[in-house]
């Protein structure tokens, strides 16, 4: 033992501290991994069951496995001489991984905590508006939530490298203009990060909400932090960036309730009698299995130059029900009409002159 200290106390005072710092890093870890080990097993068994915190120490234990060690490394290389060739470097390397870690950590625990939360919810029923209100606040929550983890995680690792600190350092030092400009630049970011916010607070759309925009008929396929990916009827995709919600008026068709009142026209001749049409509405809504019983109403709408428009209201308990009913309730009425009274049909008249109430022919010389 006294010839190994005798060596070790004759070398090079630098060689000496690093073999000195890397025996302390080398116990620092072990006592982390012994840490982690009975620190994972206890909170395992202590959440085990319990929902949220169950999916919370789940989604910490792999994070935590890099991040602990970490943690040790840096109590060490902060106990070192700063005058230490090479430690200055070793400090900022962890100290980069321990934020790439934490940012790692909190951002796979709301992902975690958010999906084991809608998983429980009843997406799938048929009368699911309050759990697609809360399915869609908590999506655009849990991503707004992240992508902020991310911005603050990557503006914390740059912030460790002394020349990114002094470059913003001057920026806040220098006039306005740069501000300015760089808030002109990140706008549209910045918007969509606080539409996000607005559209999972106030929520003006969800998922699955059937909606009316630019003129396209279709359903919420999918909220993210940038825009809303709109299902058009005819599986086309309509992207709309989430600033766009907020700005612009829309419809919503299952904004409060997914039921509907359809509508259908027909033209017909004025001496068509309306109370068998009547008769044959109901009989069509009857049929019809997209019918929820509510209404089903005939009115004359317009009287005009040539034909009466009708206008059948039928109700239904969804969107897509509603243009089923719609399209059989407009066919009945068609074939009804056809087979019945065909010449009640729009039709153009034309009435010939009466000879004996021409007047005379004038006289000649």
Same mark, same amino acid.
């Given at each position: ?23 302390a890093a080398l116990l620092a870890l072990i006592a982390a991994a012994v840490a982690y080990r009975l620190g994972g097993r206890l909170l395992t068994r202590t959440t085990r069951g319990r929902h949220p915190a169950e999916a919370i120490v789940q989604s910490a234990l792999l994070p935590a496995r890099w991040l602990v060690p970490l943690v040790a490394l840096n109590v060490v290389w902060h106990g070192a001489p700063d005058d ?195 008769? +044959? =509405?109901?009989? *069509?809504?009857?049929? #019809?299995?997209? %019918? &929820?019983? @509510?209404? /089903? ?14 206008? +059948? =209201?039928?109700? *239904?308990?969804?969107? #897509?029900?509603? %243009? &089923?009913? @719609?399209? /059989? ?15 009640? =049909? ?20």
């Open positions: 033992m006294q010839p190994l200290f005798t060596w070790f106390h004759n070398l090079p005072d630098p060689v000496a501290e690093w073999l000195a710092l890397l025996g230490l060739h090479g430690v200055e470097g070793l400090r900022r390397i962890t100290a980069l991984a321990m934020v790439g870690c934490a940012t790692w950590l909190i951002a796979r625990g709301i992902h975690r905590v958010s999906g084991a939360y809608l998983a429980r919810l009843p997406i799938r029923e048929t009368d699911n508006l309050e759990a697609r209100r809360l399915y869609t606040q908590t999506r655009v929550l849990s991503r707004t939530g992240v992508g902020l983890v991310i911005l603050v995680g990557t503006a914390l690792a740059l912030m460790t490298f002394p020349t990114v600190r002094q470059v913003g350092t001057s920026l806040l030092a220098s006039a306005g203009v740069v501000g300015i400009v760089a808030g002109f630049a990140a706008r549209p970011v910045l918007g969509n990060l606080i539409a996000g916010l607005q559209i999972g607070l106030t929520q003006p759309i969800r998922l699955d909400d059937v909606v009316i925009v630019e003129g396209e008929w279709g359903m919420i396929e999918e909220i993210n932090s940038a825009y809303v990916v709109v299902r058009i009827w005819d599986q086309r995709r309509l992207i709309v960036p989430l600033q766009w919600w907020i700005e612009h008026p829309f419809q919503n068709w299952t904004r409060e309730s997914a039921e509907l009142i359809g509508t259908v026209f027909l033209w017909v001749d004025y001496r068509m009698p309306l109370e068998p049409l009547r008769q +044959a =509405l109901q009989q *069509a809504c009857q049929a #019809s299995p997209h %019918w &929820d019983g @509510r209404l /089903a109403l005939l009115q004359v709408t317009e009287a005009g130059e040539r034909a009466v428009q009708l206008r +059948a =209201l039928v109700s *239904a308990a969804n969107s #897509s029900a509603a %243009w &089923d009913l @719609r399209c /059989a309730v407009r066919e009945a009425l068609i074939d009804f009409i056809q087979r019945q009274y065909p010449e009640y =049909l729009p039709q153009w008249r034309t009435q010939g002159l009466d000879r004996t109430m021409a007047p005379p022919a004038s006289a000649g010389p």
